[in-house]
């Protein structure tokens, strides 16, 4: 039997979930053939060269069962696999897969991974993929001997149900209609009113899309404050994200190309962010997820100043209630205030523009009933104060500071790990000249360790989920 393992990771040979894949070829039976297709290394060259992402298809056809190996970022599958999906569907490709099994292994550090399985079983089961729920790793699964021989013994499920043929249930599907031409009622427009409001058009359409164009175009008519528009198709360079966490030890992104440099400082000065995207099978288009991918830090955004957010998107939203939701997540993990969502589905263009002047009246509204204190400078002493508000983090209180930013939140990993996370944190934001304050830290985690080895801590408001 042949098994296809999909690498999404960019990183190589220090990715976790090639860890996995290793483990898994090394213990399998001897019947078991492994192939090996590194999509996240590749994926430029599969956008570019057709031949070599049919290569890619031709293995997945011939194949008996096909697992993904997923990095989740910002709560959905990583850049790689999204565009590598949407890939699959836009040159029809998806036909070739109907019918064969598929599971996927999901690794992250932090956060959950439901909406990422979810969107990746609802892409399977549009071509008729039999998808078997996937296996979700914990932060510590790589280290553990026993999240190890989970993996395993799941892995050795999955290829008993490929043999017998295990009849799956098919729950979700993603449409791939496309939207009427939109053609804009002409009415007046809106005078513009001179402000310190910085507005941020962010889009990724290469102008195939006429539809987006005239949707981003309306919106500026009706919107009363001047706007800047980022095409980030435009950009030259931009490096997937690779999960390093370097942004969380150094406060920057480790790839330093155009987003970094340019993009990055308008989105974190905004006080208003209008994503304009085409729907790209379910989702954003792949540009728009390789940005959101790179700014998942939650040391990136001061909760002090929420932002507004708007979402144009341009084809069928009759999967509406999943982008919602992800919507909603992301923003409670950015501290942001979403004013809502326009596609431009309707069969009446004249409706089309209402909602979008409706919309952008809306926001315009928020933006002068909402103070909004200036942006922090970027001293070390600011941003750490920055930080330690971001996080809900009182400066003389450890347990605090353990309750708060670890035993509250929705991911569900040993309570011990949790610590011995918090201890690595702290290490590396406090610089030499906080010694005593670090020491403190460090000594009230300590204490807690000790207590969770010898009894669990009582369970209530302070302690873990």
């Given at each position: 039997?042949?098994?296809?393992?999909?690498?999404?990771?960019?990183?190589?040979?220090?990715?976790?979930?090639?860890?996995?894949?290793?483990?898994?070829?090394?213990?399998?039976?001897?019947?078991?053939?492994?192939?090996?297709?590194?999509?996240?290394?590749?994926?430029?060259?599969?956008?570019?060269?057709?031949?070599?992402?049919?290569?890619?298809?031709?293995?997945?056809?011939?194949?008996?069962?096909?697992?993904?190996?997923?990095?989740?970022?910002?709560?959905?599958?990583?850049?790689?696999?999204?565009?590598?999906?949407?890939?699959?569907?836009?040159?029809?490709?998806?036909?070739?897969?109907e019918n064969k099994y598929t599971t996927a292994l999901f690794t992250s550090s932090f956060f959950s991974h439901r909406e990422a399985e979810e969107y990746l079983a609802a892409a399977c089961q549009t071509w008729d993929m039999n998808y078997i729920r996937g296996f979700h790793c914990r932060p510590d699964a790589a280290i553990n001997e026993n999240g190890t021989d989970k993996w395993l013994r799941f892995a050795d499920a999955f290829f008993g149900?490929?043999?017998?043929?295990?009849?799956?249930?098919?729950?979700?599907?993603?449409?791939?209609?496309?939207?009427?031409?939109?053609?804009?009622?002409?009415?007046?427009?809106?005078?513009?009113?001179?402000?310190?409001?910085?507005?941020?058009?962010?889009?990724?359409?290469?102008?195939?899309?006429?539809?987006?164009?005239?949707?981003?175009?309306?919106?500026?008519?009706?919107?009363?404050?001047?706007?800047?528009?980022?095409?980030?198709?435009?950009?030259?360079?931009?490096?997937?994200?690779?999960?390093?966490?370097?942004?969380?030890?150094?406060?920057?992104?480790?790839?330093?190309?155009?987003?970094?440099?340019?993009?990055?400082?308008?989105?974190?000065?905004?006080?208003?962010?209008?994503?304009?995207?085409?729907?790209?099978?379910?989702?954003?288009?792949?540009?728009?997820?390789?940005?959101?991918?790179?700014?998942?830090?939650?040391?990136?955004?001061?909760?002090?100043?929420?932002?507004?957010?708007?979402?144009?998107?341009?084809?069928?939203?009759?999967?509406?209630?999943?982008?919602?939701?992800?919507?909603?997540?992301?923003?409670?993990?950015?501290?942001?205030?979403?004013?809502?969502?326009?596609?431009?589905?309707?069969?009446?263009?004249?409706?089309?523009?209402?909602?979008?002047?409706?919309?952008?009246?809306?926001?315009?509204?928020?933006?002068?009933?909402?103070?909004?204190?200036?942006?922090?400078?970027?001293?070390?002493?600011?941003?750490?104060?920055?930080?330690?508000?971001?996080?809900?983090?009182?400066?003389?209180?450890?347990?605090?500071?353990?309750?708060?930013?670890?035993?509250?939140?929705?991911?569900?990993?040993?309570?011990?790990?949790?610590?011995?996370?918090?201890?690595?944190?702290?290490?590396?934001?406090?610089?030499?000249?906080?010694?005593?304050?670090?020491?403190?830290?460090?000594?009230?985690?300590?204490?807690?360790?000790?207590?969770?080895?010898?009894?669990?801590?009582?369970?209530?408001?302070?302690?873990?989920?």
């Amino acid at each position: 039997m042949k098994i296809i393992l999909i690498e999404g990771s960019c990183r190589g040979q220090e990715s976790s979930s090639l860890y996995f894949a290793r483990r898994l070829m090394s213990t399998a039976d001897k019947s078991l053939r492994f192939e090996i297709l590194e999509v996240g290394k590749y994926i430029k060259v599969l956008a570019e060269n057709r031949d070599f992402f049919d290569s890619y298809l031709k293995a997945m056809q011939e194949s008996d069962a096909v697992i993904w190996l997923v990095p989740v970022r910002n709560l959905l599958p990583c850049y790689e696999i999204c565009h590598f999906l949407s890939l699959i569907d836009s040159r029809n490709a998806g036909e070739r897969l109907e019918n064969k099994y598929t599971t996927a292994l999901f690794t992250s550090s932090f956060f959950s991974h439901r909406e990422a399985e979810e969107y990746l079983a609802a892409a399977c089961q549009t071509w008729d993929m039999n998808y078997i729920r996937g296996f979700h790793c914990r932060p510590d699964a790589a280290i553990n001997e026993n999240g190890t021989d989970k993996w395993l013994r799941f892995a050795d499920a999955f290829f008993g149900k490929v043999r017998l043929r295990f009849p799956c249930e098919k729950f979700y599907s993603l449409s791939r209609e496309r939207s009427l031409p939109f053609k804009p009622v002409e009415t007046a427009s809106v005078p513009k009113k001179s402000t310190e409001k910085k507005i941020l058009i962010l889009t990724a359409g290469s102008g195939k899309n006429p539809n987006l164009k005239k949707m981003i175009d309306t919106w500026k008519r009706y919107f009363p404050y001047e706007t800047e528009t980022v095409n980030l198709s435009d950009l030259s360079l931009c490096f997937p994200c690779s999960g390093c966490m370097n942004c969380f030890r150094d406060r920057k992104c480790s790839g330093n190309d155009n987003i970094s440099k340019t993009v990055y400082p308008k989105y974190r000065d905004a006080d208003a962010v209008i994503f304009a995207s085409e729907i790209c099978f379910g989702l954003f288009e792949p540009q728009i997820k390789l940005f959101l991918d790179r700014i998942f830090i939650p040391a990136y955004f001061d909760r002090n100043r929420p932002k507004e957010t708007v979402y144009l998107f341009s084809g069928s939203l009759k999967n509406k209630f999943s982008l919602e939701k992800y919507i909603h997540h992301k923003s409670i993990l950015h501290g942001e205030r979403t004013v809502g969502i326009i596609g431009d589905d309707e069969k009446s263009a004249r409706q089309i523009t209402a909602n979008i002047a409706g919309l952008a009246k809306a926001t315009a509204g928020r933006l002068e009933s909402v103070h909004r204190p200036e942006p922090e400078s970027d001293s070390e002493a600011e941003f750490r104060k920055r930080f330690e508000r971001t996080l809900l983090l009182p400066p003389s209180k450890p347990f605090f500071l353990f309750r708060n930013s670890v035993c509250l939140a929705p991911v569900r990993v040993p309570l011990k790990l949790k610590i011995q996370i918090l201890k690595i944190r702290i290490r590396s934001y406090f610089r030499k000249n906080e010694q005593e304050r670090k020491h403190l830290y460090l000594q009230a985690l300590d204490h807690l360790l000790s207590k969770t080895e010898t009894k669990s801590l009582p369970r209530g408001k302070g302690s873990a989920r």
